[in-house]
């Protein structure tokens, strides 16, 4: 079973930058034909896709709400999925959870083929 491990989340101002790291292991099959996703949630909210990327190819998705200031990345040599977070608001407040499958297609609004997730890390940007 695919095993994972957030890290990186903090408390910063709006504006400035966070950078989350998701080790994984256990990759039953080869790392390659995985997408990894970055998925929040807020309080009193729908946990809701932020970024994926099909390991495969390096092809990513983001939602509406982050792009441009977000960019999700993988450093294979090491297994780890990354979130850099840039020019943060206080909307983005949430828990973060980082999650792997066989996931077809390969995007933030797959969310519910996902079946291997990370416990989470919470992330506040206070205004």
């Known amino acids: 079973q695919v095993q994972l491990e957030e890290s990186g989340g903090g408390s910063v101002q709006a504006g400035g930058s966070l950078t989350l790291s998701c080790a994984v292991s256990?990759?039953?099959?080869?790392?390659?034909?995985?997408?990894l996703g970055w998925f929040r949630q807020a309080p009193g909210k729908e946990r809701e896709g932020v970024a994926s990327?099909?390991?495969?190819?390096?092809?990513?998705t983001y939602a509406d709400s982050v792009k441009g200031r977000f960019t999700v990345s993988t450093d294979n040599a090491k297994n780890t999925l990354y979130l850099q977070m840039n020019s943060l608001k206080p909307e983005d407040t949430a828990m973060y959870y980082c999650?792997?499958?066989?996931?077809?297609?390969?995007?933030?609004?797959?969310?519910?083929?996902?079946?291997?997730w990370g416990q989470g890390t919470q992330v506040t940007v206070s205004s």
């Open positions: 256990g990759y039953r099959y080869g790392p390659a034909s995985y997408c």
């Open positions: 990327i099909y390991n495969g190819g390096g092809y990513t």
């Open positions: 999650a792997a499958d066989h996931v077809r297609p390969c995007n933030v609004a797959s969310e519910t083929q996902f079946g291997n």
